[in-house]
């Protein structure tokens, strides 16, 4: 009994030889580090969704393609390796790796960064929301902040809607961009309880909400009816006062219009931006600041360049002659452009002033 017992084991010994030595090879070529280091990488990936925002598309596309070259779990040093009995007795924690790595991508991510990422898109947050009563009608008056790129101690231009204005907006935008206009959402409109203080809060949140996301959308950033929502009732505004003389609250709303168009861009032209430094010019003229009306003059000749005359390029060297003259400041260079263009017969003389033109300027 003892022999034949002894004769299988010596069998079972054998048989079993062979498949330990085949599978020394397979052990080699896949060890458990490497096990541990498709798991890291996985953790990783999914520990940085969603946690890096950018700014615009054309970043995100650049950010993404960083981080896809940087997102694979760090090579191990010599000696560090885990694999047979090592990483059976201290294998490394899945969560302190996983942070381990997540701070060291971010520290890296933002000493590359450090003061190249500019803010492109607009906030935007409603500060006051006033019932306005007009008899027959009353409405609620919603004034927003927008911010944008530039110094925090900036004041942020600012505009005041109501419901209409936000609802034939959005009306607009749904008629010419459907695709884009699907994904936005936008606060219908009630019958009863406008007036509440309820409403008027998730209204308000409502509001930054939709312009901001019209803002994240590159088809809808510089859409006209987007542009003229902003800036085109603050020009009419600003020429109706600047009209009846009054200059110094026309000054505020023409000064408020420029930094729009600013923050929002201008890819429809420089004609309103043109209008708007003329409105700034001639209310700093009235208020007895040739300075800064000459300042304004210099900042529209800039704009102009040398292009083919513009109906307020001949306005702006005669108001840039004239206050130049009375600060004591070189014209030679004005003068000689506005004479040429008299002599060409493109502008009459003495050419219309740029008050005379902001009056009869119809803004559409």
Not at 172 to 183: D, E, I, S
Not at 251 to 268: T, V
Not at 270 to 295: F, K, M, N, S
């Amino acid at each position: 009994m003892a022999s034949r017992l002894l004769h299988r084991l010596r069998h079972a010994l054998a048989g079993d030889g062979p498949e330990e030595e085949a599978a020394g090879p397979e052990a080699e070529q896949f060890p458990e580090s490497s096990e541990l280091e498709d798991d890291d990488a996985e953790g990783l990936s999914s520990r940085l969704s969603g946690t890096l925002s950018f700014t615009s598309a054309e970043e995100d596309e650049e950010d993404d393609e960083e981080e896809d070259e940087e997102a694979g779990p760090d090579p191990l040093p010599p000696g560090d390796g885990a694999s047979g009995e090592d990483a059976e007795r201290n294998p490394p924690p899945d969560g302190q790796r996983g942070s381990q790595l997540l701070a060291r991508q971010l520290q890296d991510f933002w000493k590359k960064s450090r003061n190249t990422l500019v803010p492109q898109r607009l906030l935007f947050e409603v500060t006051s929301a006033n019932v306005v009563k007009d008899p027959p009608s009353k409405y609620v008056l919603y004034t927003l902040a927008v911010m944008g790129p530039g110094p925090p101690d900036h004041q942020p231009a600012q505009i005041s809607r109501r419901y209409s204005d936000f609802e034939r907006l959005h009306r607009n935008l749904q008629r010419h961009f459907r695709g884009p206009m699907a994904a936005i959402s936008f606060p219908r409109k009630r019958l009863r309880r406008n007036f509440t203080a309820e409403t008027i809060a998730r209204r308000s949140r409502a509001f930054e909400q939709f312009l901001g996301h019209l803002q994240a959308v590159p088809e809808l950033r510089h859409a006209p009816d987007l542009q003229d929502f902003f800036v085109l009732p603050e020009l009419r505004r600003a020429q109706s006062l600047t009209c009846t003389g009054l200059y110094r609250e026309a000054l505020a709303l023409w000064a408020n219009a420029w930094q729009l168009q600013a923050q929002l861009g201008s890819p429809s032209g420089p004609d309103r931006r043109l209008l708007t430094l003329a409105g700034l010019a001639v209310c700093h003229q009235e208020l007895e600041d040739p300075g800064e009306a000459r300042a304004c003059c210099e900042r529209a000749l800039q704009l102009l360049g040398d292009k083919s005359p513009h109906p307020l390029l001949a306005p702006f060297l005669e108001a840039h002659v004239r206050l130049s003259w009375r600060l004591g400041l070189d014209k030679r260079h004005s003068e000689a452009r506005l004479q040429a263009l008299q002599e060409a017969g493109l502008t009459p003389t003495p050419p219309p002033s740029l008050k005379e033109l902001l009056i009869k300027e119809v803004l559409d």
